[in-house]
T-cell receptor, first 107, second 124 residues
């Protein structure tokens, strides 16, 4: 199974900050990497697929980059509605595997 | 609009089985597979497996093999997930999500629409 290591597990940031979350795969997954946002008691929502493709309706302050084993989700100019937990997911091979999650909290 | 509507929460005893439904609307059912993802209380997300809505073919994570059955009913646009021999650590919110085929550096899948989740509690 491909292991996805997501860092940090949590971070504190202020409105307007730039936030970066990293996901590292235990083997190359090309660009078969997705990012999701989850708010408390809600289902996850797709942000990014194909490592860098913005899902329809997602604000442009979200961006993704990377390929192979190292991937990054960047949130530019953090907004109040961005405080949530973020997960990466690889769909390169089954079983698909998620990172452990990064909780973004208000500083 | 595209929606996945799941059945309600259930309380089960250890050793019992549970069957969760996921009814799709707003798109051509047979064009997309459905994945199941679960989340234990306070924990992260865990992919369980997926089913092709047209073919009925399944692919599930090895840890669930022998306990997990996924079926698709085209007449009602509904996918079912049955988990047997329930254990305390099966307590979780279970989500269905639509598999969407995309092309980005290769043909791949993403999970673009999610159900609202179904809480399954296993308790004696």
């Amino acid at each position: 199974d491909i292991q996805m290591t997501q860092t940090p597990s949590s971070l504190s940031a202020s409105i307007g900050d730039k936030v970066t979350i990293t996901c590292r795969a235990s083997q190359s997954i090309s660009v078969y990497l997705n990012w999701f946002q989850q708010k408390p008691s809600k289902a996850p929502e797709l942000l990014i697929y194909g490592a860098s493709r913005l899902h329809s309706g997602v604000p442009s302050r979200f961006s993704g980059s990377g390929s192979g084993t190292e991937f990054t989700l960047t949130i530019n100019a953090l907004q109040p509605e961005d405080f949530a937990t973020y997960y990466c997911l690889q769909t390169f091979s089954t079983p698909w595997t998620f990172g452990q999650g990064t909780k973004v909290e208000i500083k | 609009q595209v929606q996945l509507m799941q059945s309600g929460g259930e309380l089960k005893k250890p050793g019992a089985s549970v069957k969760v439904s996921c009814k799709a609307s707003g798109y051509i059912f047979s064009n997309h597979g459905i994945s199941w993802v679960r989340q234990a209380p306070g924990q992260g997300l865990e992919w369980m497996g997926w089913i092709g809505a047209y073919t009925g073919n399944t692919n599930d994570a090895q840890k669930f093999q022998g306990r997990l059955t996924m079926t698709a009913e085209q007449s009602t646009n509904t996918v079912y997930m049955e988990l047997r021999s329930l254990r305390f650590d099966d307590t979780a919110v279970y989500y269905c999500a639509r598999n969407r085929s995309v092309y980005s550096g290769g043909h791949q899948y993403t999970l673009d629409v999610w159900g609202q989740g179904t809480m399954i509690t296993v308790s004696s």
